[in-house]
């Protein structure tokens, strides 16, 4: 299983150079800081979380080269005291992030488990949700991931089975995750 630290140096192997973004942990809050003049972007994630690292990494792998450009790719965030219909949007907005995730948890040797980012709701039953998010997992097997997503995702895996091809891993995952 890989570490917060191994998932930084990964990641910045993979993209520091080709995309000018570097990975950042002890971060108090996840963030993403486009690149200045003569700096790198950044992600920072929480603490030395390995699941904030690859939750943010899954939001910079499916922004676009406009949303890269923006601070937290633009988009808007509710604090976790989202009522139901607010909750509704943020689990619309998050199942294809949350669905790469997946997969680069998968890749990284540690274990999934979908968020719903609101501790006002205990109680909060998320099945609906993990289903979506399982359901574009499914749509990334058959169709492919976006491109840095599986880049990343077959260097994960690589790390831990060099010999071991990405699409095959990911295909046989998911077969057993749907079991």
């Known amino acids: 299983m890989a570490s917060a630290t191994q998932l930084v140096a990964a990641f910045n192997a993979c993209f520091l150079s080709s995309f000018n ?10 963030l993403y800081v486009p690149a ?9 994630f929480r603490l030395d979380y390995a ?8 939001h910079w792998c499916i922004a676009g080269d406009k949303r890269r450009l923006l601070e937290d ?9 989202r009522d139901l219909q607010t909750q509704a949007k943020f689990e619309q907005v998050e199942v ?20 719903v980012d609101n501790l006002s709701m205990p109680d909060y039953n998320a099945e609906h ?6 359901t574009q997992v499914g749509k990334y097997v058959v169709s492919g991931l ?6 990343f995702s077959a260097y994960l895996l690589a ?21």
């Open 21 to 30: 973004t570097c990975l950042i942990g002890g971060a108090q809050e996840p």
């Open 36 to 44: 200045e003049p003569n700096d790198s972007a950044k992600i920072f």
């Open 51 to 58: 699941s904030s690292a690859l939750h943010e990494v899954s």
């Open 73 to 81: 790719y633009g988009y808007w965030y509710e604090s976790d005291t």
């Open 96 to 115: 294809r992030p949350q669905a790469v995730e997946c997969v680069l948890h998968w890749a990284a040797g540690l274990p999934f488990r979908v968020s």
């Open 129 to 134: 949700f993990e289903n979506a998010v399982m």
């Open 146 to 151: 976006p491109v840095r997503a599986e880049t």
């Open 159 to 179: 790390q831990r089975f060099p010999d071991l091809e990405f699409s095959e891993f990911l295909k046989q995952r998911y077969e057993d995750y749907c079991r």
